[in-house]
């Protein structure tokens, strides 16, 4: 990729002369689409970044959300989707890396992580060696860091073989008195350099995501992939707080895409400086490099801190302390953002004009096609086992159980929930966090499917008793000059946007990755959403405890569009009807007095597979179940906001539910069965036992291992 004639034409006459090459590859990565948004800002206002609660919302590394007056948490996402394609391995794990130095930039500690991944057809080799090298990718860096990875999503669409996406989600914690930003304090401060040193690795990382993947890329683009150390992340951490501890930085932003290009001159143009660096002070790894070479390195585990002159001394300590290396690089400064090499300029620009003078795209829209009613006739039997045995649906415990859940002693609930649960008595609180999207609900309709998404998100808290306080987004899509590409992508955001202002859920940042081309085609539009909420009351397991009845609480939307069902039977339908704004969110109230009531026993949400995967995931080889259905859609409807209570007092349920339908399923048995009855075809019967289920949801572990 070079720099456009369009954007050179704007930059020679805001310059008055021709960029350097260095200034010009500068340009060309901080105005790429993968730092400036170049074709999405213009519809991300739709979303509500503001609530009591949101102490810093988008525009910083990572946003910051109150718990109480005294207690914080940073709630961030990327994506690492392109890289991950051409190097599995190190594309997943420093977009792991990548996630926590935006949590450590804000001051916070990262205390939990999501994963959310997407890959072509299951049954394809290629998709399971990306599977396969992507989790061992997280798993070996999240696990060494000894950061929790405690929820996220795997799913499986045929449009993503050519173009995989892994999308990484990280909460820290602080108390209110650490908070730090990335916008330059003073002039006259030094910019001091902290951690792995510099070398080639990454070079046009930030551009090279902002490219449609080529049939070559996994040789040809292998030299843009970052290569991670998750020990030097481990020590980074851990300096990073002996840092705020002892009160010496002013402000900070990691090194992440762009390199320090990228992170020096958006945190002085934030504050309304410029800088003075000298590129030959940067401490690096690899002989002669070339300026542009030093100044858009993505190498991993850096971080660039604004220092007091007088604390230089004391920050080089720590850092060697840590056995990390440091480099007094420059300081902030009045006026341009100026970078010297062997004594000349090699780049003197207006810092905000290069970190945020992007001009905005002005593309041309239309609105995807929506399926019409045509249901498929469906052999119950099958049907189940289909469903059941889908990778989409299937256990993701092989995902899982690699990864370390526990560390940090926080985790309250583990992966394979509704959402996990981690333990914050610092607040007298646990925080809920749930992460995920539904690609065949956004490739079917894209707009519906991504307030599905949101719904089914606040679903996953609500069904663990919690109240969200926020959300991020990481908004993926192919190419954005297709039109019909770019529609389905204004359709997610503005989806994703109107249900989460209706549940008074606040957006308060994400990331954009576009360009998710391939030969295969387009990614299908995917807005991966990552919640969190506070839980303070009980929170019931999912599994039944045989000692209630079964009942079905929410608005079902009566339709099979986008569900698992309609991708093994000949068939289409219309996407289920949601409810409206306001019947939307007194259904999640209701569901969250209901599952916190001493007389619910057990609950789970329906989504994925609908009620059919809900039931098999509750039942045991000690409890079982019995339902019954009208008909098949009821059974394979995938529509959000509606839980699956086992209730010892009806009545309770009820005077709860309020106006929220409540719907009677059936009983819970001690045989182990899940029987499922559908009365509109002559009261067809199959049942099957707990460990035959187990073995239908096993498929990951039974491909893989």
């Not at 001051?107 to 997407?118: K, R």
């Not at 991966?528 to 506070?534: D, E, I, Q, R, Y």
């Not at 397991?541 to 009845?549: A, E, I, N, Q, R």
Request: with cysteine; hydrophobic share 40%; net charge negative.
């Amino acid at each position: 990729m070079t720099l456009p004639d369009a954007d050179r034409d704007l930059i020679v006459a805001e310059l008055g002369r021709d960029p350097t090459p260095t200034e010009a590859m500068l340009f060309e990565n901080l105005w790429s689409e993968h730092c400036a948004y170049r074709s999405s800002r213009p519809l991300l206002s739709a979303f509500d970044s503001e609530g009591e609660q949101v102490v810093i919302g988008p525009g910083d590394d990572a946003a910051v959300v109150s718990l109480d007056d005294e207690t914080y948490i940073t709630l961030g996402i990327e994506s690492h989707n392109h890289p991950s394609y051409v190097d599995p391995y190190d594309g997943a794990a420093t977009g792991v890396g990548g996630i926590v130095r935006d949590t450590l930039s804000m001051g916070a500690y990262p205390i939990a992580l999501a994963d959310c991944l997407y890959f072509g057809d299951f049954d394809r080799e290629h998709s399971r060696y990306l599977l396969d090298g992507v989790v061992e990718g997280i798993a070996d860096y999240g696990n060494a860091i000894g950061v929790p990875t405690v929820a996220g999503a795997t799913s499986f669409h045929e449009k993503y073989e050519g173009n995989p996406l892994v999308n990484v989600a990280c909460v820290g914690l602080l108390s209110a008195d650490r908070l730090i930003t990335a916008e330059a304090q003073e002039a006259g401060n030094k910019l001091v350099l902290v951690g792995s040193s510099t070398g080639r690795d990454g070079l046009g990382g930030a551009s090279f995501a902002s490219e449609d993947l080529a049939e070559d890329a996994e040789t040809e683009d292998r030299p843009a992939v970052q290569v991670g150390d998750p020990y030097t992340e481990k020590l980074l951490i851990e300096c990073n707080e002996a840092l705020l501890d002892e009160e010496l930085v002013e402000s900070c932003r990691d090194l992440g895409a762009a390199g320090l290009g990228g992170a020096s001159s958006e945190l002085v143009a934030k504050g309304g400086f410029g800088a003075n660096i000298d590129l030959n002070e940067v401490h690096q790894r690899e002989p002669e490099m070339r300026p542009f070479e030093i100044l858009l390195s993505e190498s991993q585990e850096r971080m660039c801190y604004e220092v007091r002159p007088e604390n230089v001394e004391r920050v080089q300590e720590l850092a060697a302390r840590f056995d990390l290396g440091s480099a007094v690089i420059g300081e902030v400064a009045e006026g341009n953002y100026v970078c010297t090499f062997d004594g000349e300029a090699v780049v003197d620009v207006p810092p905000e004009y290069v970190a945020d003078g992007a001009p905005m795209n002005d593309l041309d829209s239309v609105e995807p096609e929506q399926a019409t009613r045509d249901l498929p006739e469906v052999v119950l039997s099958q049907a189940l086992e289909a469903v059941l045995s889908d990778p989409n649906t299937a256990s993701k415990e092989w995902v899982y159980r690699q990864y370390d859940h526990e560390v940090g002693l926080r985790t309250a609930r583990r992966p394979g929930d509704d959402a996990a649960l981690l333990d914050v008595p610092e607040a007298n609180t646990k925080l809920a966090l749930t992460a995920g999207a539904d690609p065949n609900w956004t490739n079917a309709a894209p707009y519906d499917g991504a307030r599905a998404v949101a719904f089914e998100n606040a679903t996953n808290l609500a069904a663990k008793g919690a109240t969200p306080l926020a959300a991020v987004d990481c908004l993926n899509g192919g190419n954005p000059e297709k039109p019909d590409v770019y529609g389905g992508f204004k359709g997610i955001v503005d989806g994703l946007a109107d249900m989460c202002s209706a549940l008074s859920v606040p957006v308060v940042g994400g990331n954009v990755s576009l360009y998710n081309d391939s030969v295969a085609g387009p990614i299908p539009p995917t807005p991966t959403l990552a919640m969190v909420g506070s839980a303070d009351g009980p929170s019931p397991g999912m599994t039944l405890s045989g000692d209630g009845d079964l009942y079905l609480v929410g608005y079902s939307g009566d339709a099979l569009g986008g569900s698992t069902l309609l991708q093994h039977e000949d068939g289409s339908d219309a996407f289920p009807a949601l409810p409206d704004d306001d019947t939307a969110a007194a259904a999640l109230d209701a569901i969250r007095g209901i599952v916190t009531d001493d007389s619910t026993l057990a609950a789970h949400d329906v989504s994925h597979g609908g009620l059919a995967v809900t039931l098999a995931e509750m039942v045991s080889e000690e409890v079982g179940a019995d339902i019954a259905v009208e008909n098949v859609v009821q059974l394979f409807d995938e529509t959000p906001g509606r839980v699956v209570v086992e209730t010892a007092d009806l009545d309770a349920l009820l005077d709860l539910a309020g106006d929220v339908p409540v719907y009677e399923l059936g009983t819970t048995t001690d045989d182990g069965y899940l029987g499922v009855t559908v009365t509109d075809d002559g009261d067809e019967y199959v049942a099957f036992d707990a460990t035959t289920i187990a073995e239908f949801r096993d498929v990951l572990t039974r491909e893989l291992d």
